[in-house]
């Protein structure tokens, strides 16, 4: 094998990976599914439009790294408690679930799936997290009165049938 | 005042070192305890969590009542569980019964991950998925988890559950899926917006107020006055594993 290589030079495997990637890629054209648009000599994917005017970033920077991001704020979010809607999973299908399903997969016209499946890209985000937008889930709410997590100046009650120790003694620094 | 910490040649001397050294050092310290409150008051969302803030809960088994299970049904509407209780459904809250064998008191309180400050979950995972987050809530990175289950085997509480069957329908905020291990988060993403986890909520609203959630390293904090007014239990403390769920009359 090594002997192969060392025969070949540089440039000869190089079109080689090039021919493969091109017929993967050709394979992939070859067999277009519904949701395909046959504008012109190769068809492309249906992408849904997205509500508001623009994405977080402009589109081709998105196409070529909305991966990256997602991942890097997966990490942020999930050790670090870091919420900002900006490059979140959630943030993302709030602007581009269907207008007609309400989802960014489960058929070739939705926004994520549309283009992973002309790409051949498994996308596995959605075999845990949520196809659909959260708007409905309420983000606003308060805390219960006596139940805040953080500080509270009420005296504090005592337990039904706890041990009676009178007064809280006041905690100094 | 400055001549004495001075000498002539203006470099600065022991006591006067030692007195600037005692102004920094009361500044470092100082300075910590005044952001403190200012975290524990609202950490904005772009803000990462600090080891400042240690959540916890505190669950008074007197206050508990024994046919009440709105903190279950409360963590399952939540984050989207089934609520069956099968060996293979996910439960990150279950309510069970205690009893002294010899007194005859029985009691009732809920019983979940109990956020350990030194969580074995962690210790013998292989991967790096089972991790505790700066302030103290246990969680299981599912992207990094492989599903050995060597975390539920390690448990001393047995407060893991393992995802057999795909899943459908998931909360936008609970993301939940096949082949993972799971337990309770202690809502870390309602913790994350300023809110109390659901049980607490729950537990509240139906008039019992067993359960408190706070911030244990907050001395003002009503959690931490109770820990510091009234005898608590960390359950099973015999493992030195500090939890971060306690309980009172038990």
Redesign the interface.
């Known amino acids: 094998m090594r002997r192969w290589i060392n025969n070949c030079d540089r440039p000869c495997w190089k079109i080689g990976l090039l021919l493969a990637l091109l017929m993967v890629f050709g394979l992939a054209l070859a067999d277009p599914e519904t949701g395909l648009e046959f504008t012109g000599r190769v068809p492309k994917p249906a992408i849904e439009k997205g509500k508001g005017d623009k994405c977080v970033n402009d589109t081709e920077f998105m196409r070529k790294n909305h991966m990256t991001l997602l991942k890097h704020q997966?990490?942020?979010t999930?050790?670090?408690?870091?919420?900002?809607?900006q490059y979140s999973l959630?943030g993302c299908?709030e602007c581009h679930a269907s207008q007609k399903t309400g989802r960014v997969i489960g058929s070739n016209e939705n926004f994520c799936q549309g283009c992973h499946s002309y790409a051949a890209v498994q996308l596995d985000c959605f075999?845990?997290?949520?196809s659909?937008?959260?708007s409905k889930?309420s983000?606003i709410?308060t805390?219960?009165e006596?139940?805040?997590?953080?500080?509270?100046?009420a005296p504090?009650?005592q337990?039904?049938?706890?041990?009676a120790?009178g007064n809280?003694?006041k905690?100094t620094? | 005042m400055s001549a004495d910490r001075q000498s002539a040649d203006g470099t600065v001397n022991r006591r006067g070192f030692l007195g600037i050294s005692a102004v920094a050092l009361a500044g470092v310290v100082l300075a910590p305890g005044v952001r403190l409150i200012e975290l524990a008051a609202g950490r904005s969302p772009g803000e990462p969590v600090t080891n400042q803030v240690r959540w916890g809960m505190l669950i008074d088994a007197n206050q508990c009542d024994s046919g009440c299970t709105d903190c279950v049904t409360a963590c399952n509407t939540e984050n989207g569980l089934s609520g069956g209780t099968l060996e293979t459904d996910s439960q990150w809250i279950r309510k069970i019964e205690v009893k002294d064998l010899r007194g005859g008191k029985a009691r009732s309180l809920p019983m979940m991950c109990q956020h350990c400050a030194e969580p074995p979950c962690v210790d013998v995972c292989p991967t790096g998925a089972s991790f505790k987050r700066a302030d103290g809530i246990v969680l299981v990175d599912k992207h990094i988890c492989i599903g050995c289950r060597y975390c539920i085997m390690a448990c001393p509480y047995g407060a893991r559950s393992f995802v057999h069957e795909a899943l459908t329908d998931q909360k936008p905020e609970v993301p939940r899926g096949k082949g993972c291990v799971e337990a309770c988060t202690l809502c870390v993403q309602r913790v994350d917006r300023d809110l109390s986890p659901a049980c607490v909520e729950a537990c509240a609203a139906a008039g019992h107020k067993a359960i408190i959630f706070g911030d244990l390293n907050n001395p003002d904090s009503e959690i931490a006055k109770r820990v510091a007014a009234f005898a608590s239990r960390q359950v099973r403390e015999e493992l030195g594993l500090n939890t971060g769920v306690r309980y009172q009359g038990i």
């Open positions: 997966r990490d942020e999930v050790h670090s408690g870091i919420r900002t809607k959630n299908i075999e845990c997290h949520a659909k937008p959260q889930v983000l709410g805390r219960e006596g139940i805040a997590p953080v500080t509270s100046s504090i009650s337990p039904a049938s706890g041990p120790t809280v003694p905690r620094k």
